[in-house]
């Protein structure tokens, strides 16, 4: 059974002045522990389809399931990490990583434990006691997706998670996310604007189309090599440029008048 799905799902923002139809009649089945990427043009609807999926919007036509239920507001199944991190600069790292916890009430003690665990087995452990401010940015962004595991959601919901930050430390830090949600066996769907982090983390990638948007194709990325290649060699697999081209010029097909 699938673990997400939408069904002719259709949304429209309304505003006293006007409609933007943002989402139009969109299709879409993932199944636990697949990595989905999803690009296309700036503004088409990327982060609403997110919003969707996490239950802070509801859909104007349409169904979104998860677990084969109706999403009826957001669900502690379902957590987000964002282009910034959000961390609180007066607390340190551990006390950041409970946020989540303090909100939804969860065990105090068993949310530590847990948030150290994970810490130490993302390499981060010596710096449960720094403050935010004291770390790099890529460690920053680690420590927010660690802050989301702690909530234990089925479903990552990644929307330009590495865009601020630069070209190296991106590289690097997408290398590593990639490994900290197989190794949790969580089910992605990262937004991005770059394509070969799109084709290098994914099982599938997505394109959509310009507003009023659809899912115009879905590529299945799968490489002679093997399926379970790290985003690094995939980058170096032999299929890796048919897809980036293919995909390149499906852009440039709704981005270009
Ligand atoms: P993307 O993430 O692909 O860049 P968004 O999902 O943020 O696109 O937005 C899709 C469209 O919906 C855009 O035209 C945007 O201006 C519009 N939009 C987004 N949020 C709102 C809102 N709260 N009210 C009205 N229009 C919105
Ligand atoms: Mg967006």
């Not at 983390?201 to 002679?224: E, L, N, W, Y």
Request: aromatic content about 8%; proline content about 4%.
């Amino acid at each position: 059974m699938a673990q997400i799905e939408l069904k002719d799902v259709s949304l429209s923002y309304f505003t006293l002045k006007q409609e933007t139809e943002a989402l139009r009649e969109i299709n879409l089945s993932i199944k636990a522990g697949e990595f989905i990427s999803i690009v296309g043009p700036s503004g088409c609807g990327k982060s609403t389809l997110l919003s969707l999926i996490s239950g802070m919007l509801k859909p104007t036509k349409g169904e979104v399931l998860i677990d084969g239920h109706e999403v009826s507001g957001t669900s502690p199944k379902v957590g987000y990490m964002l282009q910034h991190d959000h961390l609180f600069e007066w607390r340190d790292v551990l006390s950041n990583l409970l946020v989540g916890a303090e909100i939804r009430r969860m065990d105090k003690k068993a949310a530590r434990q847990n948030a150290i665990e994970l810490l130490e087995r993302y390499g981060l452990g010596e710096f449960a006691q720094h403050s935010p401010s004291q770390l790099s940015g890529g460690m920053r962004q680690r420590v927010a997706l660690i802050r989301t595991l702690v909530a234990k959601p089925d479903i990552l919901l990644l929307d330009e998670p590495f865009s601020a930050l630069d070209y190296q430390t991106r590289l690097m830090l997408s290398e590593e996310v990639f490994h900290i949600i197989k190794d949790q066996g969580k089910t992605a769907i990262l937004v991005t604007h770059d394509l070969s982090e799109a084709i290098s983390m994914a099982d599938r990638v997505m394109v959509m189309s310009k507003r009023p948007s659809t899912i115009s194709t879905v590529h299945s990325i799968r490489f002679d090599e093997g399926d379970d290649l790290s985003p690094w060699k995939k980058r170096e697999a032999g299929r890796y440029n048919y897809y980036f081209n293919a995909i390149w010029k499906e852009l440039g097909d709704h981005v270009l008048p």
